[in-house]
Antibody
Framework: EVQLLESGGGLVQPGGSLRLSCAASGLTFVNYAMSWVRQAPGKGLEWVSS????????NYADSVKGRFSISRDNSKKTLYLQMNSLRAEDTAVYYCATLAIWGTTGDYWGQGTLVTVSS | QSVLTQPPSAAGTPGQRVTISCSGSSSNIGTNFAYWYRQLPGTAPKLLIYRNNQRPSGVPDRFSGSKSGTSASLAISGLRSEDEADYYCAAWDDSLSGVVFGGGTKLTVL
């Protein structure tokens, strides 16, 4: 069974930093491009960032470009999202996912981790 | 304001067929595949349709997708109460070099 387990969410003050992790199991991690998608409370889905299989190609939404950094450790089967200069509008549930849009045969999502940016 | 435009709500009665639209542009749906997700309250999204009209294994054939020009559609036939959920379309956008989602459509089964 495929499992994507996010961690690292929590309450942080505006301007602060947080690092999210996503531990993968039940799939060949190195075969999947990985993504972060977020959902603000009561709102729709917003793609945040994606990283290629090898990690040499990354993409970011304009809303987080220059503040967030995506990375992966294939030896640990783990995806990361470093979030700096956090704003109130970054408050959301953050999901890690293997989006089918990257041409993979599987589309898997974690259960999400809540990030709250508030003073 | 989402790059892909969906109606905020849709409704139907059990057994009915409903269609949800997703309007984009030449830089996303017009040149790339459309994807559809369903999200039940408090859970992660689940893929319903990929590459415009393909169903992942396990997704009933009551769900079908289509694309025409810069728009895509999701059709649900034989509507059931458990189909009540939020539905999202998605696509790659060449201009933004990123994934774009629709704003979501809340489907109510009356």
């Amino acid at each position: 069974e495929v499992q994507l387990l996010e961690s690292g969410g929590g309450l942080v003050q505006p301007g602060g930093s947080l690092r999210l992790s996503c531990a993968a199991s039940g799939l060949t991690f190195v075969n999947y491009a990985m993504s972060w998608v977020r959902q603000a409370p009561g709102k729709g889905l917003e793609w945040v960032s994606s990283i290629s299989i090898t990690g040499d190609t990354t993409n970011y939404a304009d809303s987080v470009k220059g503040r967030f950094s995506i990375s992966r450790d294939n030896s640990k089967k783990t995806l990361y999202l470093q979030m700096n200069s956090l704003r109130a509008e970054d408050t959301a549930v953050y999901y890690c996912a293997t989006l089918a849009i990257w041409g993979t045969t599987g589309d898997y999502w974690g259960q999400g981790t809540l990030v709250t940016v508030s003073s | 304001q989402s790059v892909l435009t969906q109606p905020p709500s849709a409704a139907g009665t059990p057994g009915q067929r409903v269609t949800i639209s997703c309007s984009g542009s030449s830089s996303n749906i017009g040149t790339n595949f459309a994807y559809w997700y369903r999200q039940l309250p408090g859970t992660a999204p689940k893929l319903l349709i990929y590459r415009n009209n393909q169903r992942p294994s396990g997704v009933p054939d009551r769900f079908s997708g289509s694309k025409s020009g810069t728009s895509a559609s999701l059709a649900i036939s034989g509507l059931r109460s458990e189909d009540e959920a939020d539905y999202y379309c998605a696509a790659w956008d060449d201009s933004l070099s990123g994934v774009v989602f629709g704003g979501g459509t809340k489907l109510t089964v009356l």
